[in-house]
């Protein structure tokens, strides 16, 4: 049976479980045991949540009995690990001990977010205004342009010359870019102009279509010759296209809102830049930060950041004209 994320999830609740006393029941959890490992029950419920989260929230009872068995077998394992990584002394040592207490916090805090959310089910008003903000902030126009990489800046300028003298712009897109668009002469389709880095859109706004830049532009991947093709106007998606994000959207500034009330009432001293005095955490070493139960939304046309993707320089969309 595939491990999944909620498998993992479960594997360490179970180790979470292995921490506390022999016969230590989940509060609220009264369900009778599908197996004793040890001393120590697992109770039906647990088990029915386990397998739910493997099956894609299938219950036992729509489970071939082989399959119930080996999802069983597969949590006494985990479980009989976990009690012998506690007894290793791993949960008090090292990333382990830190994967723990940040899976509680994820695990509590999600929790937590669900509880406060039930009853602030987004209103229509909220979502109408909450697609008002997001349309506003989208760009007006999309860009069709190709370009050609270079590694330096003179190499550039001789491509600009090269231009200058009548040589056509796909062809020593061909014979001299660096990007993977040098097949295509260069050509990256259509695209909005938060999905490249701010130098290659800066430097688009500034050309009409046919034009190409006569002085090589510089971002984080080289120097580029941009050429634009065409421009049209951006057709931002309609209220009901985008609702369940913006649903998301509405939501996550709540709970943000909610989290900042907390901060606000919390006695918080910040010891971040002081410098360490020895001892744990001198080495200047950190775990890895939780990941946020709620991230900062995006557009609700679910566009990405401005910076590009380091694979291809900048960043190039879909070819289709669709956004």
Avoid at 176 to 197: E, H, I, Q, T, Y
Avoid at 255 to 278: C, S, V, W
């Amino acid at each position: 049976m595939k491990l999944s994320p909620l498998l993992l999830l479960a594997v360490t609740l179970a180790t979470l479980c292995a921490c506390q006393p022999k016969n230590a029941a989940t509060p609220g959890d009264s369900s009778p045991p599908v197996a004793i490992v040890d001393g120590t029950p697992i109770s039906r419920d647990f088990y029915d949540f386990y397998v739910k989260g493997i099956t894609g929230g299938k219950p036992p009872s729509e489970l071939a009995a082989p399959q119930r068995a080996a999802a069983l077998d597969n949590l006494i394992r985990a479980r009989l690990v976990a009690e012998q990584a506690t007894k290793d002394g791993l949960d008090k040592s090292g990333d382990t001990a830190y994967l723990l207490q940040l899976s509680r916090l994820n695990v509590l805090e999600q929790a937590e977010q669900d509880r406060y959310l039930k009853d602030r089910k987004p209103t229509e008003q909220e979502l109408r205004t909450e697609y008002e903000t997001q349309i506003a902030s989208l760009p007006k126009s999309e860009y069709h342009a190709r370009h050609i990489l270079l590694a330096t800046e003179p190499y550039a300028e001789k491509i600009v010359q090269r231009l200058e003298k009548g040589e056509k712009f796909d062809a020593l897109a061909r014979e001299a870019s660096m990007d993977s668009s040098k097949s295509n002469g260069g050509d990256l389709g259509w695209f909005r102009p938060d999905r490249m880095v701010p130098e290659f859109s800066a430097a688009i706004a500034t050309l009409k279509p046919g034009e190409y830049t006569h002085k090589p532009v510089q971002t984080q991947y080289g120097w580029h010759v941009i050429q634009l093709l065409e421009t049209r106007e951006l057709t931002p998606p309609a209220f009901e296209q985008v609702r369940p994000r913006l649903e998301q959207i509405v939501d996550a500034k709540k709970f943000r809102l909610y989290t900042d009330e907390l901060m606000h009432n919390a006695k918080i001293e910040n010891l971040l830049d002081q410098a360490p005095k020895g001892g744990a955490g001198a080495s200047g070493a950190s775990p890895t930060p939780a990941r946020p139960a709620v991230a900062p939304p995006p557009a609700p046309a679910g566009s990405p950041p401005a910076a590009a993707p380091a694979s291809t320089p900048p960043a190039s969309p879909a070819k289709s004209g669709k956004n």
